[in-house]
């Protein structure tokens, strides 16, 4: 077993070696867009939960809230000399709290077996497969390739042709002495399709701090120190995040079910701490969540979500 370290990834400052984990000095954009080394011929797991408070909605719509649990077991090997293959299984699972709309045109629903209109299902799934090709990293060049093929549903009246997605990205990165460059783009597949730069630089100026100026994500970090054989980091965080399910819509007034397509948009500005031991690593961070939108790909009114807090820890093994 072997660790390689993802493009622009640079040793913590005064660790112990080896440091086989992912440190805050480059970036590979997995199937969550989080940082990760390549661990060759072995497994490595990811569980990482978020949660989300009810906040207001538009019109009679409400209050939302989420609670969310992602969770990666990927494998990566040699594919081929000066290439790696990695391959995660993924299974995410959302809980929506909200929203619902009691009633149409300012008439409420009989007290008796009251009917919610336009509701979310309380619970979501996404299961799918990031399958990448990376290459070593040759005479300062390396590149990355990745295919994301995955069913996002709340399984109920079947699977439709929109309950599959199918996502995929393409880097290439140049590293400087302290500083790569990354230069790529993605397909995001959603009710509202898109095609993303993933670009960005990575910056170290010096041995504690690092500048990850990259798109979708980027990453302030500064080195804290050694304590009790973990190596620590804090940093602040910038993100633009899309995610879309295929699933039923309750009507209002016993209206008949429909299978609709949602997206939820938003950015993120979060601070946390991350730490690192030889085989574990972990994170906590929270902040603020805003320009929250919903939109449906069918005949569903899409709303607005108000700005709110947003809290998210995980562990790596």
Request: hydrophobic content about 40%; overall charge negative; glycine content about 14%.
């Amino acid at each position: 077993m072997g660790i390689v370290p993802a493009p622009g990834v640079q040793g913590a400052p005064w660790a112990a070696q080896p440091t086989p984990g992912q440190v805050p000095g480059g970036m590979t954009f997995g199937a969550h867009a989080s940082l990760q080394p390549y661990r060759l011929n072995a497994w490595t797991g990811r569980v990482e939960g978020g949660f989300l408070p009810r906040e207001s909605t538009e019109g009679r719509l409400g209050q939302f809230g989420v609670t969310e649990l992602d969770v990666e077991l990927e494998f990566s090997g040699l594919f081929m000399p000066g290439w790696l293959f990695s391959f995660t299984q993924i299974a995410d699972s959302r809980w929506w709290d909200g929203p619902s709309d009691p009633g149409i045109d300012g008439v409420e629903d009989p007290p008796v077996e009251q009917v919610e209109g336009n509701g979310l299902p309380a619970r979501v799934y996404r299961v799918g497969w990031d399958l990448e090709l990376a290459t070593i990293n040759q005479g300062g060049y390396s590149a990355q390739l990745a295919f994301t093929p995955s069913m996002a549903t709340d399984f109920d009246n079947g699977v439709d042709s929109d309950s599959w997605q199918f996502d995929g990205r393409a880097v290439i990165y140049y590293k400087y002495p302290g500083m790569t460059i990354a230069l790529g783009a993605g397909y995001w597949d959603r009710v509202k399709d898109r095609v993303i730069p993933y670009a960005g630089v990575i910056f170290k100026p010096d041995a504690i701090w690092e500048w990850q100026l990259m798109f979708p994500q980027s990453r302030i970090s500064v080195f804290l120190g050694n304590y009790g054989g973990n190596s620590s980091w804090m940093y602040t965080k910038a993100e633009y995040h899309v995610e879309s399910y295929d699933m039923t819509v309750q009507r209002t007034h016993s209206g008949a079910a429909v299978r609709d397509q949602v997206e939820f948009e938003d950015y993120r500005l979060m601070m946390g701490f991350r730490s690192e031991a030889l085989q574990y690593s972990s994170f906590i961070e929270a902040g603020w969540i805003f320009g929250r939108e919903a939109r449906f790909g069918g005949s569903t009114p899409g709303f607005d979500i108000a700005d709110g807090f947003i809290g998210r820890a995980g562990i790596s093994f």
